[in-house]
């Protein structure tokens, strides 16, 4: 039972180095989430694909973009990074989105931007 | 300002005790959801609660939503050291915010 797959689970970036991290669900799930995890902060979303072909802002999408490559797949990419981008990524994806379905967890990217 | 508000942020406790963790809001969800999360993976849901004053349990955990459906409480019987990890409450309209969490550890 793979459930949400992250890829890679640490890395250590120069600023201004680009990177993507990449993210794929096995469970038909129609929306996908990414989210940044900082102390004392929560989880903070950043992107969402309500649904194949669609994504929209969350709370915190600068510095950001993102792909909905198909179905099972949806990539974060950051053109530039920051310090300020040091955090813990985590993927997520449900049924629908913002439903009260349940929303099933990767177990997280660590990335390090020095 | 965190939309949810979580309480206490620290908790440290013996095995055995009770305890009660809070979720605050001062905006109305149409649902709330509980998670755990253990270090080094991504949270898990414990349980979405819907209808205002709501009570669910979940063996040893009872959940309650408030009234108003602005808030929600976390009531943990006989803790035992695999409660130990991070709850964090999250809250759905059209979108979906989570609050800091509370970090709980039970001693044996």
């Known amino acids: 039972n793979a459930g949400v797959t992250q890829t890679p689970k640490f890395q250590v970036l120069k600023t201004g180095q680009s990177m993507t991290l990449q993210c794929a669900q096995d469970?038909?799930?129609?929306?996908m989430y990414w989210y940044r995890q900082d102390p004392g902060m929560g989880l903070r979303l950043i992107y969402y694909s309500a649904s194949e072909g669609t994504t929209d802002k969350g709370e915190v999408p600068n510095g950001y973009n993102v792909s909905r490559l198909n179905k099972r797949e949806f990539s974060l990419r950051l053109e530039s990074a920051a310090p300020s981008q040091t955090s813990v990524y985590f993927c997520a994806s449900s049924i629908q989105v913002f439903s009260g379905n349940t929303i099933y967890f990767g177990e997280g990217s660590w990335l390090t931007v020095v | 300002t965190q939309l949810l508000e979580q309480s206490p942020q620290f908790l440290s406790i013996q095995e055995g005790e009770n305890l009660t963790v809070y979720c605050n809001s001062s905006?109305?969800?149409?649902?709330l959801q509980w998670y755990r999360q253990e270090p080094g993976e991504g949270p898990v849901l414990l349980v979405t609660?819907?209808?205002?004053?709501e009570v669910k349990k979940l063996k040893r955990l009872t959940f309650q939503f408030g009234d108003a459906r602005k808030d929600s409480s976390l009531h943990i019987t006989a803790a035992q050291p695999g409660d130990t990890g991070l709850y964090l409450c999250?809250?759905?309209?059209?979108?979906?915010?989570f609050g800091a969490g509370t970090r709980l550890t039970v001693k044996p």
């Open positions: 905006s109305v969800f149409s649902s």
């Open positions: 999250a809250g759905i309209n059209n979108d979906m915010r």
């Open positions: 469970m038909n799930h129609n929306s």
């Open positions: 609660v819907v209808t205002g004053g």
